[in-house]
């Protein structure tokens, strides 16, 4: 990931984990209410599925089909599959934000503004684009909900890919960007910019290529669902540099991000202690008389001296 200048946290801007962690929340938080919020018309929804289905086919684009018949014939690969779609992009996501705060300080305020930004791009789409996935398509598509075919394998439900009794909470129309593949592309760049060894270089490439096999063997996605996941990371890459710039005016404005620290710029070097003629460091006189120095003229101020040679 190339950094662009301004986008760097500066040395004296140290983020706060207590202030970062309510940060992260919120955001998640709103994917899930924009998730909720974004339930289209269920008639709708089918209708953009099959479109994307009609658009692929036009392209001669046509890996769901086959990914989907391998995972539903192999379990050895439609279970792992199944808690990679479920768990992972909840584990690892998390992870790389905590090792960049705590590892890559510098780069970590860009690296969280560029995943924020594109989520909440890909909250846009749940809501202007609800779309039905694959596995939701009736039977003469040609697609088996895997978590339905193995729910007896895992904590997820058969009516959705979440946990058991709590499918009816889920948006089973936000397929439209995909940001599985969107959030793992995001680790893999992180990872390759910023991991400095082969196994995490290799992980950064492995990682969102096998999301994006998962999230259509699944049918929990099309194809150009992971495209479009992969674009809303890219745009979101583009405008964080400008939605950093924005924060950092707000901040500026802020009462407490303008209100000095206690004693800094403070005009008195010595903080109040008095300094005489003839001394470099402030009360280098007590010090030489507590020693059992005798004072001298040196000592005096330059009043006293005036008025000495007067006499």
């Known amino acids: 990931m190339t950094e662009t200048p301004g986008t760097e946290t500066a040395p004296g801007a140290r ?4 202030t970062e962690l309510p940060l992260i929340l919120l955001v998640y938080a709103c994917y899930s209410a924009g998730r909720l919020l974004a339930r289209g018309n269920e008639i709708g929804a089918v209708d953009h599925g099959l479109t994307i289905l009609r658009i692929e086919k036009t392209l001669h684009l046509n890996a769901e089909h086959p990914l989907n018949r391998l995972f539903t014939r192999e379990a050895w690969l439609g279970v792992p599959a199944d808690f990679w779609y479920a768990s ?37 789409g749940f809501t202007l684009l609800p779309t039905c996935p694959p596995r ?70 492995a990682y969102p290529l096998l999301t994006t096999i998962v999230v259509m063997g699944t049918a929990n996605h099309y194809f150009l669902d992971a495209v479009a996941g992969a674009a809303v990371m890219g745009a979101g890459f583009l405008l964080t540099p400008y939605v950093m710039r924005v924060a950092n005016r707000i901040r500026k404005r802020l009462p407490f991000a303008s209100a000095p620290s206690p004693g800094a710029g403070s005009p008195i070097v010595s903080a109040g202690c008095q300094t005489s003629a003839g001394e470099r460091f402030p009360r280098q006189r007590e010090s030489r008389i507590g020693s ?17 040679a007067a006499r």
Request: aromatic share 14%.
């Open 292 to 308: 059992g120095a005798e004072p001298d003229a040196s000592s005096t101020d330059a009043g006293e001296g005036a008025a000495a």
């Open 88 to 124: 992972l992009h909840y584990m690892v996501t998390p992870a790389i934000l905590i090792w960049l705060f705590r590892s890559r300080a510098v780069h970590y305020r860009a690296a969280r503004t560029w995943l924020m930004t594109s989520t909440f791009m890909g909250l846009i």
């Open 15 to 18: 983020l706060r984990w207590w």
């Open 136 to 205: 939701l398509l009736s039977a003469g598509h040609g697609f088996v909900d895997t978590m339905a075919q193995y729910s007896s394998y895992g904590w997820w439900g058969g009516d959705a890919s979440a946990p058991r009794g709590l499918g009816g909470m889920t948006n089973q129309y936000a397929a439209m960007p995909s940001l599985h593949v969107g959030w793992a592309l995001w680790c893999g760049v992180v990872l390759w910019r910023f991991g400095g060894t082969r196994l995490t270089k290799a992980a950064a490439v």
